[in-house]
């Protein structure tokens, strides 16, 4: 066989944009050439008699080869066509085999020898697959002619120029890992900018200046500060200061793609000069945090250090276009930012109404190379990245490879090549660029944003350079690397050298690259000297944009949250119907909860998970848009919501709740409330999602999301309310302590079902103590309600209010199908934060009461079918449904109603190490109560619950028994009816 190639595509000729004087187009400096389609893997182990064979088999039957074959041989003999060499021997096949099989070698593996350290040092290895001998070459065949056009390159050359040309294009500073992508168009979207002219891209003059330029403020921005403030940690950009370069060119290759708005993650290593020079926090504002002679209001006792600090920003870029930007704040569990970020972008989406291409809002996550392959959330955020309710239409990944992490080099750190290669079970495109060749780091910004915008998915660059001093600026690092830190030592600054190349490039005159520099740093001392005299605020209001009009502090002022017969009636009718033609599930449970649930405007009785349905259609009606997430939260882990039904024959879903009217489209002519075609005010939507099995990365996107929008409902459901352990970094780093660290405000609801039921020690407790520990400042606000129409008020209060704080609920297990209020205590009234006891205010005598119980949740109907059965009249019962903030005013007016009252108990399910016993004690015996409760519940535990169904029966008897007394005799044989009519 002669050459042959496959089917050709034409290079497209796209010129790009970037730096910040960007008036002027790139042209390439080589023509685009046609370039050959991305092959199936089997081409790399082809070999000539082979090829001759299945080329026989394809001439009699084309069909009786495989499609990617297939299409080989249809570009070879359109390649003959065209004048290429007719076959002739078969030693000629072998070697035309061989050509395709060194091409796709190197797309696939000539990054391994790519001059990626930035200290010059060549690749520790080549791939084999790229040797001669292994591809079927010998050295006297490089010399051998062949068609370029056949296969991509311009004109006859040699088996060894095209050789040389596919060294210079996937071994150089950069090298790009795209072939473990599947789907033909990317690996022909990457083949046709690598191995065309998009691989050495010309720069005006005015840009490469524009390159210098950023270069130098970034560099000279971290030597100011270790000049002036050289006891402080910053973790310093320098070796790294290439990043200023790369993300500017992110932000105008977006401008020009349409993104709108971009969203940031990243750790602190270089963010303060990405917060300087790319955020636009000013350098005085900066330098007041290193002067430290500022204090904000709300830091009483609160604040962050300055490397974790968020901002936000509009830039306006040299095209006119505006960009929005966001830096997320973050601590320094460094990759928890990533679902936060992710999260944050989804909400924008959704209020510019870009829910299909999700092209106009974008994340940039930065990470840091240890962390990025060792963290889990990583791959929990790549696992999401393609699902229905997480996708954010790709996210653009930046790492700063610095070649360690702490004081661990990478052999200690990882078992794989690069630390990227986990983006690979997302089929993440890789661009591995030197950070010492910021021209080249530019180039792979502007495809890796091409890449984002063309195909929606993740794509990431690895910046590899170094840091110039430790961990943080105090730490040695030559104790553990003494090799690496000469090294460091020896290497001039990408600034230096990048000038050292314009100068002699005739670019720029020496003159010239002083003066940026003068420049820069008298902005700097100018800075510093208003900093030290009149001090900038470093923090943003966090009351402005969507939140105006939301208030920071906590208010027990009750806020009416019912609703009228007529709204509920609607909603239960749409509750209880279905589509015309769609097929119930035949058992009989489906039909009977529809039956009941169209019935909730009439019923008796109405359950927690009624009660929650009828609270989102409510606030829905209200132009109120509602998110749910977590694992089966569309049906309920019990069973219990069915907020999704699904036709038995086609399996296709129905959602009741975005049915009620016609719905509302934000960003559009016909946001919500609008006035639909029937007249009727239009409604918002209910987002409900199953989760993928994991939780710290849909929390943290949750979490993210409810940033956005203080007027959205946002609600992330655990499984098992103990599964929330798997994301405790997003509740301690975030949810807790957000507030008070970073003025940051969150109306997340995270409900979390709750309560021993024998179900073992992994399925009982949510750890209540745990939240309620966390608890202070009026951070966030902990409820265990007990009833339905609680659950109902308390819902809708979450968005009724002036103010948004985090709320933790406790859901009551199997109880949520259980009836515990009416319909019409739904339409009136408001979430009570503790309830007196309605033995005693349906006209008991109170001041018979000699012992008051206190308690939360589901225990409560334990105590009370006992206290019935044991007719003790003697004895109130009062729920505490808040437990923080706990309204002490009203606790004191309901404890004084008992004003005979000698003993006070707290009664819980959980151990005394658990629960709320130790909180709420703590709070009782200080003032205005000074009171030392009595505990009754299980000993201390270092498990939840016991595993033995018995044991739990056990327990459970035991504290109800001590706190109420023995169940009287033959009392089980009215134990259900008892149960039954006291539940309310």
Not at 399 to 414: A, H, M
Not at 823 to 829: A, D, H, R, S
């Amino acid at each position: 066989m002669g050459s042959c190639s496959g089917q050709a595509m034409v290079g497209q000729s796209e010129r790009h944009r970037f730096g910040r004087t960007l008036d002027s187009e790139y042209p390439m400096t080589t023509p685009q050439p046609a370039s050959v389609k991305a092959v199936n893997p089997s081409v790399n182990s082809w070999s000539g008699d082979w090829l001759d064979s299945e080329y026989a088999r394809f001439k009699a039957d084309p069909a009786s080869v495989g499609p990617d074959l297939r299409a080989f041989f249809y570009g070879f003999d359109l390649a003959l066509q065209s004048g290429g060499a007719a076959p002739a021997a078969p030693s000629a096949a072998g070697v035309s085999g061989s050509v395709f099989a060194m091409i796709d070698a190197y797309r696939r593996h000539g990054h391994v020898a790519a001059r990626l350290d930035p200290f010059g040092q060549p690749a520790a290895e080549r791939a084999p697959e790229v040797d001669l001998q292994r591809l079927g070459l010998s050295q006297a065949d490089l010399a051998r002619a062949i068609d370029g056009a056949a296969v991509g390159f311009p004109g006859v050359t040699t088996i060894g120029a095209l050789r040389e040309a596919l060294e210079a294009r996937y071994s150089s500073d950069i090298g790009a890992e795209f072939m473990h992508c599947e789907s033909i168009a990317e690996r022909e979207f990457f083949i046709a900018r690598i191995e065309g002219g998009y691989a050495k891209p010309t720069y005006s003059t005015a840009d490469r200046v524009a390159i210098l330029e950023n270069l130098t403020k970034a560099e000279l921005f971290e030597t100011f500060i270790q000049k002036r403030y050289p006891g402080d940690k910053r973790f310093s950009l320098e070796g790294g200061e290439t990043t200023i370069p790369i993300i500017e060119a992110i932000i105008t290759a977006s401008g020009s793609r349409g993104i709108e708005e971009m969203v940031i993650g990243m750790a602190h290593r270089g963010r303060l000069n990405v917060l300087n020079n790319i955020m636009g926090k000013t350098h005085e504002q900066i330098f007041t945090e290193f002067e430290g002679n500022y204090e904000a209001s709300y830091v009483h006792g609160g604040g962050d250090v300055k490397y974790h600090r968020g901002y936000s920003s509009t830039r306006r870029l040299a095209n006119g276009h505006e960009l929005q930007l966001t830096l997320c704040s973050n601590p320094s569990h460094l990759e928890s930012v990533n679902p936060v970020a992710q999260g944050r972008v989804r909400g924008k989406q959704r209020m510019r109404g870009d829910t299909e291409q999700r092209g106009k809002v974008m994340p940039l996550l930065i990470h840091g190379d240890a962390a990025v392959i060792a963290q889990g959330v990583v791959a929990e955020c790549l696992n999401m990245a393609q699902l229905d309710g997480y996708t954010v239409g790709g996210t653009l990944h930046l790492v700063i490879n610095n070649q360690i992490g702490f004081t661990t080099l990478p052999r200690d750190s990882r078992s794989t090549r690069y630390c990227t290669d986990i983006a690979k079970m997302g089929e993440c495109p890789i661009l591995h660029v030197n950070g010492a060749n910021p021209e080249a780091c530019v180039w792979a910004a502007m495809i890796a944003v091409e890449y984002r915008q063309t195909f929606g998915k993740d794509v990431w660059i690895d910046m590899v350079c170094f840091r110039k001093y430790g961990h943080n600026e105090q730490d040695e690092q030559s104790f553990t690397q003494p090799v690496l830190a000469k090294l460091i030592k020896d290497q001039p600054s990408v600034l230096s050298s990048y000038a050292q190349r314009l100068l002699a490039e005739n670019v720029i005159g020496e003159n010239e690259a002083k003066a940026i520099g003068q420049r820069l740093e008298a902005a700097l001392d100018s800075a510093q000297q208003t900093a030290k005299k009149t001090p900038k605020a470093p923090t943003i209001d966090p009351g402005g944009s969507r939140w105006k009009g939301i208030v920071g502090k906590y208010s027990h002022t009750p806020v009416e949250t019912g609703i009228s017969a007529d709204v509920l009636k609607e909603i239960a009718t749409a509750l209880g119907s279905v589509p015309e033609g769609f097929n119930l599930n035949p058992k009989f449970k489906v039909t009977k909860m529809l039956e009941t649930r169209a019935g909730l405007a009439t019923s008796a009785e109405v359950s927690h998970a009624d009660a929650e349905l009828l609270a989102i259609g409510s606030l829905l009606l209200d132009g109120t848009p509602v998110r749910l997430s977590g694992q089966d939260c569309r049906r309920g882990t019990f069973t219990q919501r069915h907020a999704v039904l699904y036709d038995f024959v086609t399996g296709q879903p129905y959602n009741a709740l975005n049915n009620l009217r016609e719905m509302g489209q934000p960003g559009s002519d016909h946001e919500p409330l609008s006035k639909g075609s029937d007249g009727r005010p239009r409604q918002a939507r209910f987002c409900v999602y199953d989760s993928p099995l994991s939780e710290e990365a849909v929390l943290g996107f949750d979490y993210g999301y409810s940033m956005v929008d203080p007027n959205m409902l946002v609600m992330w459901e655990a499984q098992f309310g103990d599964f929330w352990n798997g994301a405790e970094v997003l509740v301690d780093q975030y949810i807790a302590s957000s507030e008070l660290k970073w003025d940051r405000w969150s109306g997340l609801v995270m409900l979390l079902p709750h309560g021993y039921e024998g179900a073992g020690p992994e399925h009982s407790s949510a750890r209540l103590e745990r939240f309620l520990q966390l608890c202070a400042n009026d951070n966030m606000q902990v409820c265990y309600p007990s009833t339905a129409a609680q659950h109902f008020h308390m819902l809708r209060r979450q968005v009724k209010r002036n103010f948004r704080k985090p709320l933790i609920v406790m859901t009551p297990k199997s109880r949520l199908r259980s009836p515990t209020s009416t319909w019409q205590e739904l339409t009136k009234g408001h979430f009570q934060e503790v309830l007196d006891d309605p033995s005693f205010i349906a006209g008991g005598d109170r001041k018979k009461v000699t012992r008051v119980i206190l308690c939360s949740g589901k225990v409560y109907f334990d105590l009370d079918a006992r206290r019935v059965a044991a007719n003790r009249t003697d004895t109130a019962i009062i729920r505490v449904e808040q437990l923080y903030p706990l309204n002490e005013k009203l606790m004191a007016e309901t404890l004084a109603k008992y004003p005979a009252a000698k003993t006070f108990i707290w009664a819980q399910e959980e151990p005394r190490n658990a629960g709320a016993y130790i909180f709420i004690a703590d709070l009782l015996r200080q003032k205005p109560f000074n009171i030392e409760l009595e505990y009754i519940g299980r000993p201390a535990s270092a498990s939840p619950a016991t595993g033995g169904k018995y044991k739990h029966l056990e327990q459970q008897e035991a504290i109800v028994s001590a706190a109420i007394g023995p169940a009287p005799a033959k009392a089980d044989s009215g134990k259900k009816e008892t149960v039954a009519s006291t539940s309310r």
